[in-house]
């Protein structure tokens, strides 16, 4: 396992659309590894998509306070209910937080780590999560859904971001 420098903006990883993950053989579960490494590396991270590692592969990693790590391959948004206005931050616009519009709940389907089936309903803090870390899939930032600059915000490092 190891810990791995995540990219941040504007390095041209980030801007491109990961591929699927056909077989999950033992270097998808090496990336899987240190995915889940680098997460918590350090306190406030709350997930990650393999292209901030500098890996184009459609896998995320979800770690949240009092929830079980998450991991999924090829995961897909099957349903997104509801609408709000909240604060985002992005391991990879590190000092920055946006206010942006995403979804109340998600319905989230995907792999896990052996291959399984799994499918997620979730909301809160998850459901983000969820839509920020898929949005990396996509080559999307949190900045490219800002409606204006003036909705970006210089934070302290010690908030979550993902
Ligand atoms: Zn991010």
New binding site residues.
């Given amino acids: 396992m190891a810990v791995f420098q995540i990219r941040t903006f504007p390095d041209p990883l980030l801007k491109q659309k990961a591929k699927r993950v056909t077989t999950i053989d033992r270097s998808i579960k090496k990336l899987i590894s240190d995915m889940i490494e680098t997460l918590h590396a350090e306190p406030g991270r709350a997930g990650l998509?393999a292209p901030?590692i500098g890996v184009p592969l459609r896998v995320i990693v979800i770690g949240l306070p009092e929830n079980e790590d998450i991991v999924l391959i090829n995961p897909q948004i099957a349903r997104r209910r509801g609408e709000r206005m909240i604060d985002e931050g992005?391991?990879?616009v590190p000092g920055y937080i946006g206010q942006i519009k995403r979804a109340e709940s998600v319905t989230v389907k995907g792999r896990d780590q052996n291959g399984k089936e799994t499918r997620i309903k979730a909301e809160g803090l998850l459901a983000q999560a969820l839509e920020?870390?898929i949005d990396?899939l996509n080559g999307v930032?949190?900045l490219d859904h800002l409606e204006s600059v003036e909705q970006l915000r210089k934070i302290e490092p010690e908030e979550p971001?993902?």
């Fill in positions: 998509a901030q992005c391991l990879s920020h870390e990396h930032l949190y971001q993902m």
